[in-house]
């Protein structure tokens, strides 16, 4: 059984850092694209940051230069450090774990990460 759990949401105040860690457990994990989604009320789920396998990573506009993913394979987590913290970053934030062939992708549950003074 494949399980992605998402975990070190919260409140934090403008300007502030937080830390998500997705732990995943029944896939090989070394060898997906890892992903952190978010999606904020009334929008819809935007994809913020992605590392590949070889540890290639990629960013959406509004969080590069704040925010870095990083995957630890020995524990099959990955990390979305979030530094400079907006509200408009508030959102649920989720974790994906991608396989192109054959074609596999998982979900995490979520987790709030709210940015208010």
């Known amino acids: 059984q494949v399980q992605l759990v998402e975990s070190g949401g919260g409140l934090v105040q403008p300007r502030g850092s937080l830390r998500l860690s997705c732990a995943a457990s029944?896939?090989?994990?070394?060898?997906?694209?890892m992903g952190w989604y978010r999606q904020a009320p009334g929008k819809q789920r935007e994809l913020v940051a992605s590392?590949?396998?070889?540890?290639?990573?990629g960013y959406s506009d509004s969080v590069k230069g704040r925010f870095t993913i990083h995957r630890d394979n020995a524990k099959s987590t990955v990390y979305l450090q979030m530094n400079t913290l907006k509200p408009e970053d508030t959102a649920v934030y989720y974790c994906n774990a991608l396989l192109n062939n054959p074609r596999s992708n998982y979900w995490g549950q979520g987790t709030q990460v709210t940015v208010s003074s």
């Open positions: 029944g896939i090989n994990f070394s060898i997906y694209v």
């Open positions: 590392i590949s396998s070889g540890g290639y990573t």
